[in-house]
């Protein structure tokens, strides 16, 4: 039986620091594009800034996440938050809007980390623990995307917004070296060549039924959350209050109970080790909407909404990431660009398809294409069950015929 390095809950802890710290870098411009459009004087390019920063990201993600299998991860990883401190200085120094726009980019691109810390943290607990780790890194990860805005908000108020992006560098930096010293060595999983690596993606995409299963379950499910989060700030203006940004700002803040609850929704992955978890998360999303429908001008009712519909997202979020990166060791990385990359395109789908169709129905409309999506994804997930029970009661009978 292999060891287990020592300290390494202490180094999952660590990782789950970096990944919230680290995802929050590519959210800080969002509340600072007002204060960065008067420094400009609302400059070519500006408007462009958080879209091409998310759409940096996402090619990141499917062009240098699959690295995490070929390369050294902890040496990766160090490099990634060098070259992230260096582009946010250039983001924090830019001159005008098209040269903000353009370091936003890059510094997207490389600003990947927190999805190669989830096969890491995997690869370093025990089988036993691995839905533990894989929900504390997710869980550092979602309280990073709920408290960057607050903190740049704040932050950029007191001090200005390119203090924002150069605190941040400074912080990268520092972090560099902490995650260089606390993280262990993880050997390469991989000798394929760079091309052949991202060629990989797809047959491990035709081979694996698992891995397809819950990247469309994960897709739909953050298709809903987005459906949702992607119209709350429009929704609450159009209310009798015309309750603005702060407000939807404070409804943000209930996510906490998402990034609470993901350790406890791993470790329960670890003990029971089927789709149990994520059938429960789906349901719990659905109920959200039912919730929303009912009270979609309540602010308390759209807050016990925003409760379950991040409890849910997260739940499944944590059951499907636990069971790919299980799939295949030497292909975690690759595993997990997949995984993102649908989820990430599910979640684009559902903030235009909310956007659109509160345009067109009103909320109802919102409440609508959420709770398809995750009818969806319960569809999906029960019909998978069905067939893996088939197929295990069909294999011993299969067996007595042929003895």
């Known amino acids: 039986m292999s060891e287990r390095p020592a300290g390494s809950r202490f180094a999952i802890v660590a990782m789950a620091v970096a990944a919230g710290a680290t995802v929050a870098n590519i959210?800080?411009?969002?509340?600072?594009?007002?204060?960065?459009?008067r420094s400009f004087g609302g400059g070519a390019g500006l408007g462009l800034v958080a879209t091409v920063t998310q759409f940096g990201y996402s090619l990141g993600v499917l062009l240098l996440v699959p690295l995490g299998d070929r390369v050294e991860r902890r040496s990766l990883i160090s490099l990634l938050?060098?070259?992230?401190?260096?582009?946010?200085?250039?983001?924090?120094?830019?001159?005008?809007?098209?040269?903000?726009?353009?370091?936003?980019?890059?510094?997207?691109?490389?600003?990947?980390?927190?999805?190669?810390?989830?096969?890491?943290?995997a690869a370093l607990a025990a089988p036993k623990d691995r839905g533990r780790a894989v929900g504390t890194v997710a869980a550092g990860i979602l309280l990073g995307v709920l408290l960057s805005r607050t903190l740049a908000g704040w932050f950029g108020e007191q001090f200005g917004w390119r203090a924002v992006f150069l605190a941040a560098a400074a912080f990268m930096?520092?972090?560099?070296?902490?995650?260089?010293?606390?993280?262990?060595?993880?050997?390469?999983?991989?000798?394929?060549?760079?091309?052949?690596?991202?060629?990989?993606?797809?047959?491990?995409?035709?081979?694996?039924?698992?891995?397809?299963?819950?990247?469309?379950?994960?897709?739909?499910?953050?298709?809903?959350?987005?459906?949702?989060?992607?119209?709350?700030?429009?929704?609450l203006e159009s209310l009798p209050g015309h309750y603005g940004p702060r407000v939807a700002g404070l409804y943000g803040l209930l996510g906490v109970v998402g990034a609470v609850a993901a350790p406890l929704v791993g470790r329960y992955s670890d003990r029971r080790g089927d789709r149990w978890v994520n059938a429960v998360a789906i349901v719990v999303l659905i109920s959200s909407f039912a919730v929303l429908a009912a009270g979609s001008e309540s602010l308390?009712?759209?807050g016990i909404a925003a409760?379950?519909?991040?409890?849910?997202?997260?739940?499944?979020?944590?059951?499907?990431q636990t069971r790919i990166v299980a799939l295949r060791e030497e292909a975690?990385?690759?595993?997990?660009?997949?995984?993102?990359?649908?989820?990430?395109?599910?979640?684009?789908?559902?903030?235009?398809?909310?956007?659109?169709?509160?345009?067109?129905?009103?909320?109802?409309?919102?409440?609508?294409?959420?709770?398809?999506?995750?009818?969806?994804?319960?569809?999906?997930l029960l019909g998978a069950t069905a067939r893996d029970r088939s197929a295990s009661a069909a294999g011993p009978a299969r067996g007595e015929q042929r003895s």
């Open 81 to 121: 938050s060098l070259l992230t401190a260096g582009l946010l200085v250039g983001v924090g120094l830019a001159p005008n809007g098209l040269a903000l726009a353009a370091a936003s980019f890059a510094m997207g691109t490389v600003t990947i980390i927190p999805q190669l810390l989830v096969p890491f943290a």
């Open 332 to 380: 975690r990385s690759r595993l997990n660009t997949i995984y993102m990359s649908t989820y990430v395109a599910g979640g684009a789908l559902g903030s235009l398809s909310g956007t659109l169709l509160l345009r067109r129905f009103g909320y109802g409309g919102v409440c609508a294409v959420g709770a398809l999506a995750a009818v969806l994804a319960l569809v999906l």
């Open 307 to 320: 409760v379950l519909l991040d409890f849910g997202a997260q739940a499944n979020h944590v059951g499907n």
């Open 300 to 302: 308390i009712g759209i």
């Open 27 to 37: 959210l800080y411009n969002q509340p600072l594009l007002a204060e960065m459009g």
């Open 173 to 235: 930096l520092v972090l560099s070296v902490l995650l260089r010293m606390l993280l262990p060595l993880q050997p390469k999983t991989s000798t394929l060549g760079y091309w052949a690596l991202l060629r990989s993606l797809w047959t491990l995409v035709v081979e694996e039924p698992t891995l397809r299963l819950h990247a469309f379950l994960g897709a739909l499910t953050f298709a809903s959350f987005n459906a949702f989060w992607a119209t709350l700030a429009a929704h």
